[in-house]
């Protein structure tokens, strides 16, 4: 038993020899208050979760990547806008049209149009529903027949002629035999392709005039329209936009035929609601979302102020990202992005910028892998210990300093007071 005495590190000493000041007194109630609000901290600091942050080489290089896309263009019509895409790869897709892909009509000051059924519309009341492209092109046939030229009519009669089923059209001199038919623009165009001739779409061609009018049909909507959903792209530099005229690919080349088409007036105006590249990462808001881009445009017509179309490009950045959120079972495999902006007007200046919406993006080498953690219940009562522990430490020391130091005043006090009384 004296062997275990001998090991006690805290030897006590006799209640009569313990002496209580005021400092210390003092000192005690400070290093409590200084205990509480250390404690409290570190329990506020234990209850929060902390991200870390740390960076890979990006290996993952056959997965799709989805994006998400919500964006608004208050002065062009739905059946105005086409969506393209296109990679590095050669993969091209024109006028996406994907089951994701959802269009919504606006009026000019962003009010959704929502079409009435039909079965809801009284049999006295006129139908406003939307006319196909051939009804369209036979209304306008009848028009022409009872109000246009000698000139107008043969048009029109054309236009009949092309929904003959047994109709043959001609190629225009560029058919490779006398068999070849040409049947739709989109032949005819194809024909002066391969034999390398100029093809430039107009009323006269009767495969074209359909077309034509449906195309003069959609740019005399005065409305907007709300574009929204995700589509998917492959993992490599790529980009995707919204621009006039009909796109085709042509020698693995993208192209726009912005023919009877007025560019002019083609208003670019936008509000990107929300643009992501993959899941939304929780407390992350991405650089686009919110963003609005408005050049002048008249309200009473929905077409732009002559000379102030424009071509917005957005040059981006994507950055592969795996977010491990605290307490989930999966981690997120999606992608952060920086983004820099670049607006060229069509003016006087500028007289052959064709007005647009591009967003080019490249994809980085690197992956950023964040994952959300928060300290564990033993560092937690670690720390507790060393707060209590060390603030003890520190109060007792500055207690013996403040104790030692009144000592010696009152030693030399004294010495003072009997030297003046001999």
């Known amino acids: 038993m004296q062997g275990l005495r001998n090991f006690d590190f805290y030897p006590k000493t006799q209640d009569d020899f313990r002496v209580k000041t005021l400092g210390g007194g003092l000192i005690s109630i400070i290093s409590l208050v200084v205990i509480f609000i250390l404690v409290f901290g570190e329990l506020y600091l234990y209850m929060q979760v902390e991200r870390y942050d740390q960076l890979y080489v990006d290996t993952q290089q056959e997965r799709k990547i989805p994006i998400y896309i919500n964006i608004t263009f208050p002065a062009i019509s739905c059946d105005a806008l086409s969506l393209d895409v296109m990679d590095v790869s050669g993969e091209h897709h024109v006028h996406l049209d994907y089951h994701t892909i959802y269009k919504m009509r606006l009026t000019l000051d962003g009010k959704?149009?929502?079409d009435q059924p039909a079965e809801?519309?009284?049999p006295n009341e006129p139908k406003d529903e939307k006319?196909?492209?051939i009804k369209a092109a036979e209304g306008a046939v009848k028009h022409d027949l009872v109000n246009s030229s000698e000139k107008d009519r043969e048009r029109a009669e054309k236009a009949k002629k092309v929904k003959d089923p047994n109709y043959c059209g001609s190629c225009y001199g560029a058919n490779r035999d006398a068999t070849q038919c040409c049947n739709t623009c989109d032949d005819v165009r194809e024909a002066y392709?391969?034999?390398?001739?100029?093809?430039?779409?107009?009323?006269?061609?009767?495969?074209?005039?359909e077309e034509i009018m449906d195309r003069k049909m959609k740019y005399s909507k005065q409305?907007?329209?709300?574009?929204?959903?995700?589509?998917?792209?492959n993992k490599v530099a790529g980009n995707f936009h919204f621009a006039p005229g009909k796109s085709f690919v042509k020698a693995q080349q993208h192209m726009h035929d912005y023919t009877n088409y007025e560019v002019d007036h083609y208003n670019t105006s936008h509000f990107i609601h929300s643009l992501g590249f993959g899941e939304q990462?929780?407390?992350?808001?991405?650089?686009?979302?919110g963003t609005r881009k408005i050049i002048g445009f008249n309200p009473e017509t929905g077409q732009a102020v002559e000379g102030e179309s424009a071509l917005f490009q957005y040059f981006v950045k994507v950055v592969p990202t795996i977010f491990e959120k605290y307490g989930a079972a999966n981690p997120i495999i999606t992608n952060q992005y920086s983004v820099t902006q670049h607006v060229r007007p069509k003016n006087r200046l500028h007289p052959n910028v064709v007005p647009g919406v591009f967003f080019i993006y490249d994809l980085s080498p690197i992956m950023v892998h964040m994952k959300e953690d928060r300290k564990s219940f033993i560092q937690f009562l670690t720390s507790l210990c060393a707060i209590i522990g060390g603030v003890f430490t520190v109060s007792a020391l500055l207690d013996r300093i403040l104790y030692g130091v009144e000592k010696r005043?009152?030693?030399k006090i004294h010495s003072n007071t009997t030297i003046l009384n001999n």
Do not use: M
């Open 112 to 114: 959704p149009i929502i």
């Open 120 to 122: 809801q519309i009284s």
């Open 131 to 133: 006319p196909s492209p």
């Open 193 to 209: 392709r391969r034999v390398g001739w100029a093809f430039t779409p107009n009323e006269d061609i009767e495969q074209c005039y």
């Open 223 to 233: 409305e907007g329209c709300n574009l929204h959903g995700y589509f998917l792209v």
């Open 281 to 289: 990462i929780p407390g992350l808001v991405n650089p686009l979302d």
């Open 409 to 411: 005043v009152n030693k």
